[in-house]
């Protein structure tokens, strides 16, 4: 069906750059303007909607009672557990699932009230990718990618410019009659991210769209869909079982554990001061587990004799980005050993835990220092337990 | 071998091919939209229609479970109907195809089945239709299974259509019955079975090789 224009000489590549260049261009004004309509109208909203499943015994709810917005122009995140519903969750936003109970509204429409042709008009204006690309393989990548515009009555020329223009902006113009075999993972989703792009979508739905791909290729597809969210204002919803991912690229963030949302709101929020246990327990190992070797001798009560109390500091959202130490030394009192520590810095908010030695007994109250800082960060220490000393 | 005889051979060899390439193509043309609907209306299917798929499914196992030897009396008049004759290779062609349809469609539904949900899923995201998903996912991704599905169809009309000289369509079959058994020329019959074992032989390699051209870029 689609044949390149041009042979395979050096001359191909040049020019489907530039016309990638000129195509992507019009792609982001056109965006611009769009962006300008759909200001302050959320673009997904769930009003306590359920999905269950008639079961033998009792009905499974798949989904339960779940409420949210995703605004227009942002990253945000489903994490959970495998099984905690967050398929069927974003599923329910294009309607590749029904809802039992509640109210969805998708790009200002009620998503349960379409009839076959709305649904498809919606569907055309929502792109999605899956955690297994799902090309067709009997197709070349530049067939895979048009396909949507050839369903959609096209003409074969625009579809053409169009796949040309994606490619460049997913950098596999090189591969353009390729098939999906050929590819490697991320190459792959690269084209699955070309192929969701291809109408202009106002959404973009990512299915665990990195959970197949190692870390080095999951890096680089988040840093595509980052781009393509600031360069076309694209508003993205994406699913995933990996910390990282919402680390990395997610404004907000909700947590669903057996259909339930437990927390939500943004990252920097959530993964610093995390309520619920189910997102402790997501959260990188090394803020919550003790270091192997203190474990064991960790004891609840403080013993006979010399002694040091182990000191678990949590400290979230400092804005300035950095741990003031003379503040810390102020707060924990002379003596005080780091045990181990970790930082992290997402969306320019530092959080992290540091566990801290003292000798002898230890309470909050006996530093002046103030536990509420300036910046508005906080710093929470907890007595954890004690060991015999020598640590 | 004298000149009559391999006339007779010759004669015997054109009838055979013409009986199973007719049905064949017949049954390709009958049996894949029949498999496409079975696949579409199953419980599973993209346009679910229980009704449609359990009358469809009983016609298609009714068929395959009747001897072949009894459809050829059974469609008799129908052949009659249609054909204008109840003998001679045409009227072979009628029983030989409503034999063979059911299984390939048979086949080819399990082919068909077997594409990945995943792939029809990313085309009704993307705002596909039912005849869109057919036309551009079932079809192109199941095509290596449906093209196997033919090849053993092929080798099993080669052998239906040994029955087909009770209908007086004469072909190998009947020429091996009428030589081998009925006039204890054992030399003939053994002749014709290995012409029936090139003609198979060959078929099967052939459509190995289609199966495999086709799954080149996968």
């Not at chain 2, 000149?3 to 007779?8: C, D, Q, S, T």
């Not at chain 2, 048979?106 to 029809?120: A, C, M, P, T």
Request: proline residues 5%; positive net charge.
């Amino acid at each position: 069906m689609t044949t390149s224009v041009y042979p395979h000489t050096g001359l191909r590549g040049i020019s489907a750059k530039t016309q990638g260049k000129r195509a992507d261009a019009s792609l982001h004004v056109a965006s611009i303007a769009e962006a300008h309509n759909r200001q302050g109208r959320p673009q997904v909203r769930f009003e306590a909607v359920s999905k269950q499943y008639a079961g033998q015994l009792s009905d499974a709810f798949a989904l339960q009672d779940i409420s949210l917005e995703i605004h227009q122009g942002e990253i945000f995140g489903v994490i959970g557990r495998s099984g905690a519903g967050k398929s069927t969750l974003i599923r329910a936003i294009n309607r590749l699932e029904t809802i039992s109970q509640g109210k969805l509204e998708v790009l200002g429409q009620d998503v349960a009230a379409l009839d076959r042709p709305q649904l498809v008009a919606l569907r055309r204006r929502i792109g999605m990718i899956f955690q297994h690309f799902n090309l067709l393989s009997a197709k070349t990548v530049a067939q895979n990618i048009g396909l949507p515009l050839l369903v959609a009555g096209k003409p074969q020329r625009e579809i053409d410019d169009k796949v040309t223009a994606l490619l460049a902006l997913v950098g596999l113009s090189d591969k353009r009659d390729a098939y999906p075999a050929q590819l490697s993972g991320g190459q792959k989703q690269r084209v699955g991210i070309a192929r969701a792009l291809v109408h202009n979508p106002d959404l973009l739905l990512c299915d665990e769209a990195t959970s197949a791909l190692d870390p080095e290729t999951t890096q680089s597809i988040l840093a595509l869909l980052r781009d393509i969210n600031r360069r076309l204002g694209l508003t993205i919803v994406l699913i995933t079982h990996e910390l990282d991912v919402v680390r990395e690229i997610c404004d907000r963030v909700a947590v669903l554990d057996k259909g339930q949302i437990v927390e939500q709101g943004e990252v920097w929020k959530v993964l610093g001061d995390p309520h619920h246990p189910v997102t402790v327990s997501l959260l990188n190992p090394a803020l919550q587990t003790l270091p192997a070797n203190l474990g064991t001798r960790l004891l609840s009560v403080a013993p006979q004799g010399e002694y040091r109390t182990v000191i678990s500091l949590r400290y979230t959202g400092s804005q300035s980005g950095q741990l003031d130490l003379n503040q810390l030394h102020s707060l924990v009192g002379s003596g005080a050993q780091l045990l181990h520590g970790n930082v992290e810095n997402v969306q320019g908010y530092l959080y992290g835990r540091l566990l801290i030695t003292v000798p002898g007994a230890w309470s909050p109250a006996q530093t002046p220092a103030a536990p509420q800082n300036a910046d508005n960060s906080s710093q929470v220490p907890e007595i954890i337990g004690y060991v015999q000393s020598p640590v | 071998m004298s000149n009559p005889l391999f006339e007779k051979f010759l004669q015997a060899f054109l009838q055979t091919l013409t009986m199973v390439s007719v049905s064949a193509v017949i049954a390709f043309f009958i049996g894949l939209p029949l498999a496409v609907l079975l696949v579409v209306t199953s419980p599973r299917g993209i346009e679910p229609s229980p009704r449609l798929y359990r009358v469809l499914s009983t016609i298609v196992d009714g068929v395959r479970a009747t001897p072949f030897i009894i459809m050829l009396i059974l469609f008799i008049p129908v052949t009659r109907l249609v054909i204008g004759s109840a003998i001679g290779v045409p009227a072979a062609i009628i029983p030989l195809t409503i034999g063979i349809t059911p299984y390939f469609a048979r086949i080819s539904e399990i082919s068909l089945r077997d594409v990945n949900s995943g792939l029809i899923e990313a085309a009704q995201a993307m705002g596909c239709g039912r005849w869109h998903i057919v036309r551009h996912v079932l079809l192109p991704e199941a095509l290596p299974g449906i093209a196997a599905g033919m090849t053993i169809s092929i080798v099993a009309l080669f052998n239906t259509s040994a029955m087909a000289g009770a209908l007086g369509a004469g072909g190998l079959g009947d020429l091996a019955i009428r030589y081998g058994y009925q006039r204890y020329d054992t030399a003939i019959m053994l002749y014709v079975v290995a012409i029936l074992f090139l003609l198979v032989t060959g078929s099967q390699t052939f459509g190995d090789r289609f199966v495999h051209y086709l799954r080149r870029n996968r």
